[in-house]
């Protein structure tokens, strides 16, 4: 019952809970994104949401502690969009120009796949 909102001006990630008796919603944290965040994917199976720097990394942010837990470079200077497949499970991480790089999490998210 979060709300994850990115905000790349400040540089971080603000959550809020959802409040269905009041239907309201409250600031409950920041995750501090220096030189992001770009998109943002939630992977609520492997408990984990994704994001991109600007200069060309992704990061998995625990979803309980709310912290950066991996960081891998992903090759996308000026990465544009991420999706996320749960049943494979891939990351999908975007170029400015149209292309895309994929990451696979097992052992850890380690990129396999190239353009």
Known sequence: REL???????????????SLKRDALAHVAFINVSDGPESLVIDTKGGRAFTHLWSGTSLAIDLSSRSVVERWPNQCNGSRWIACDELLPFLFAGFAGGQAVVLHPAPRWERTAAR
């Open 4 to 18: 994850w909102v990115t905000e790349p001006d400040s540089e971080r990630i603000e959550i809020f809970s959802l």
